[in-house]
C-alpha cells in the first residue's frame, strides 16, 4: 500500500509545477505602463519639481484643462491662468506645457501610445524640437 500523505504531497507538487506558468503569466502584464519621464532642462532648474496643479490632477484633467485654455484664450481672450497656489501661468499648449514637458516622445506620447490616444493638436500647434 502506498502512504496517503506521499500520494498527496504528489499531487500538490504536481499541481504546483502545472500551474506555475499560469499564474506567472498573470502576474505580469504584457506591456509595462509608461513612467512618464520629467528630466528635461526645464523641470531640472526647479527647485520643487511641481506642475501647475497637483499630480494627480494633471494626470486625470490635463485634457479638460486644455480645453478650457482654449477657450479661454480663443473665445474670451484671457491669456492667464491662475493656478489654486495662486501662481500664473500663460494659457498656452506650447509655450507652457512644451516648454517644462519638451521632451514630448518621453512624456506626452508614451503615456498616449500606452493608452491608445493620439492628440490631434500637432496638426497645427508645433511640437518641440527632439533628437530621434
Ligand atoms: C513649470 C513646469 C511645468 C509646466 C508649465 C507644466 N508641467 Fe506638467 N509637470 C511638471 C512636473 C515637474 C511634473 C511632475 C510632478 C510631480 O511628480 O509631482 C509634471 C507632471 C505632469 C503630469 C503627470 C505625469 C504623471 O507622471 O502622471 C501631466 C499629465 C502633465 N504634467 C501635463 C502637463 C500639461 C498638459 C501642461 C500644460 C497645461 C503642463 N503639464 C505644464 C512640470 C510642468
Ligand atoms: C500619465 C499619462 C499621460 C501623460 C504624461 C500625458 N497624457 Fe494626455 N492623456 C492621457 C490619457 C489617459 C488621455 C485620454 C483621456 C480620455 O480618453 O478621456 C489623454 C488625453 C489627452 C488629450 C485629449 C485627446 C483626445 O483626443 O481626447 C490631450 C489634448 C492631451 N492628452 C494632451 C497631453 C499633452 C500635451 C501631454 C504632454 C505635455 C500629455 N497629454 C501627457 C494621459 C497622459
Ligand atoms: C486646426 C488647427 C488647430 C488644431 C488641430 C488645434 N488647435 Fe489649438 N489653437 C489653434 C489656433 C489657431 C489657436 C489660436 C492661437 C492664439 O490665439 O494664440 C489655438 C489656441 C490654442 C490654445 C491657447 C493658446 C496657445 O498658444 O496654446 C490652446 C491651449 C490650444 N489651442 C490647445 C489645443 C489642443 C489641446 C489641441 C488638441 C486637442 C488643439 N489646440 C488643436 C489651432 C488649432
Known sequence: MYDGWKVIL??????????FPILYDIGKASVPPPEPKIDTPEIQKMAEK??????SFMKTEHMVMLDNWRDS???EGNRIYISTEGKEYDMSL???????????????????????????????????????
Open 10 to 19: 504528489g499531487i500538490i507538487i504536481f499541481l504546483g509545477i502545472a500551474t
Open 94 to 132: 506650447q509655450n507652457t506645457c512644451m516648454k517644462c514637458h519638451s521632451n514630448k516622445k518621453k512624456f506626452c506620447d508614451e503615456c498616449h501610445n500606452y493608452v491608445a490616444v493620439k492628440p490631434y493638436c500637432w496638426d497645427c500647434h508645433i511640437e518641440p524640437k527632439e533628437e530621434g
Open 50 to 55: 511641481k506642475c501647475i496643479e497637483s499630480k
Open 73 to 75: 484664450v480663443v473665445r
